[in-house]
């Protein structure tokens, strides 16, 4: 875990401090490594945080356990520096023996005349180790780790803050669940990053930190939670039998955390599962990734656009959608003069043209037997197939 310094009231404007490593910072109005503006009686140099070392608390201990904080708290003020522990009574801190005290998670520290209040608290740093053989064979990252006060498992739970893997790693169940629980899924060399910081306003930022992960021998970029929030709202995915997919009921769970409605292709009905228009014009069936060669569609979702399974999975990942992985629907394309018909993909029979003897007009030649030829048009304003001589079409006559 790290240390916070928080301003117990944030509409003061104060920042947050987070302290990584051990060291005394100084805290006053001026050239202090916390700065407070709020409270005329705090002084240029008001009171030192002395931390003597990083505690690193196992993630299931209780935060009311009374370990000690190696962190200690001194007075160099006039008018004062105050802790108000569990709400009770405030403790002058220069009262203390060399005018300084140990300080405990959830204390809240006064500065000056009382306008300037800050919580004390430890930040937890709970890092999930994706390959945990690689990280056994890495000391210096494990002494990196421990110099931050952070704690590491190598089992996957909802406590994690954060996911450490290697670049091209696979990516598994494991990583799809801190994905949809919204933890950051990092690279190891952020943790080195972090170590080099003494006090900050921030957790440094993961954002350069991003790894890629291997699906299927594909490479896929993993993008930062806050890029993935509701990204693929608009869209109505809809699913087999969560059994037919390679990670099961967590495809759901991985489209609804990226703003996706999820319906089941039993039973459905545009018209009965109460969509409005746009989102319909969105609904896209999923293909399973292992069936995509021999999967059948269902007639009453023939006319629907479908995306394969692994494709998808990529793109919630990273958090950009690739218009093109969904395809869209075939349709039929028939003749009045013939009992062939064509099949093509909705956008190539949209951007499909023939040669064109009026403007209102699709026209392509019909052979006929020798000395007679006609010519078949679509025309759109009667929404209809015209067959008729081209002497006729020339000269305008119907």
């Given amino acids: 875990m790290v240390w916070g310094l928080f301003p117990a009231d944030p509409q003061l404007g104060e920042d947050k401090y987070y302290i990584f490593r051990k060291g005394t910072y100084k805290v006053g109005r001026k050239g202090c490594d916390v700065i407070i503006n709020k409270d005329k009686g705090v002084s240029r140099i008001h009171a030192e945080i002395v931390v003597d070392a990083m ?5 299931l201990q209780n935060k009311s356990s009374n370990v000690s904080s190696k962190v200690r708290i001194r007075d160099c003020s006039k008018y ?19 005018r300084e005290t140990t ?24 890092f999930f180790v994706h390959c945990p053989t690689l ?15 952070a704690c590491i498992t190598h089992n996957w739970s909802l406590e994690c803050t954060h996911v450490l893997v290697d670049q091209s790693m696979a990516l598994t169940e494991n990583v799809i669940d801190a994905v949809v629980a919204k933890k950051p899924v990092i690279l190891y060399n952020w943790i080195e990053f972090v170590a080099e910081k003494n006090i900050c306003t921030e957790i440094p930022s993961c954002s350069s930190y991003a790894p890629s992960l291997m699906l299927e021998g594909v490479s896929v ?9 509701n990204f693929l709202r608009g869209y109505t995915f809809l699913l087999e039998s969560t059994q037919k997919y390679k990670f099961k009921d967590r495809l759901q769970l991985l489209l609804e955390v990226v703003g996706a409605k999820v319906l089941s292709v039993e039973g459905f009905s545009s018209s009965s599962q109460g ?9 896209v069936h999923v293909i399973p990734a292992g069936l995509a060669d021999k999967f059948k569609v269902s007639h009453n979702l023939s006319s629907l656009s479908t995306v394969n399974e692994m494709k ?7 958090g950009q959608l690739d218009p093109s992985i969904i395809i869209s629907p075939s349709v039929l394309v028939s003749s009045s003069c013939s009992t062939d018909e064509t099949v093509v993909a909705e956008s190539d029979a949209e951007t499909e043209t023939a ?42 006559q119907k």
């Fill in 135 to 149: 990280f056994q064979e890495n000391q210096l990252l494990q002494d990196k780790i421990s110099s931050i006060g």
């Fill in 221 to 229: 970029k993993v993008g930062e939670p806050e890029s993935r929030d």
């Fill in 312 to 318: 998808l999975i990529c793109a919630a990942f990273s």
């Fill in 55 to 59: 505690v690193s608390l196992d993630h």
């Fill in 275 to 283: 969509l409005g228009d746009e989102e319909s014009n969105h609904v």
């Fill in 355 to 396: 040669t064109s003897v009026h403007t209102s007009a699709d026209v392509h030649i019909i052979e006929a037997p020798k000395h007679e030829s006609k010519i078949e048009f679509y025309h759109r304003s009667c929404c209809c197939w015209i067959r008729d001589w081209p002497h006729r079409l020339l000269h305008g």
């Fill in 80 to 98: 004062g520096t105050f802790i108000n522990k569990n709400l009770g009574s405030k403790e002058k801190v220069h009262e203390f023996p060399n």
């Fill in 103 to 126: 300080l405990k998670d959830s204390d809240l520290i006064s500065f000056g005349t009382g306008n300037a209040t800050y919580k004390f608290c430890f930040v937890p740093l709970v």
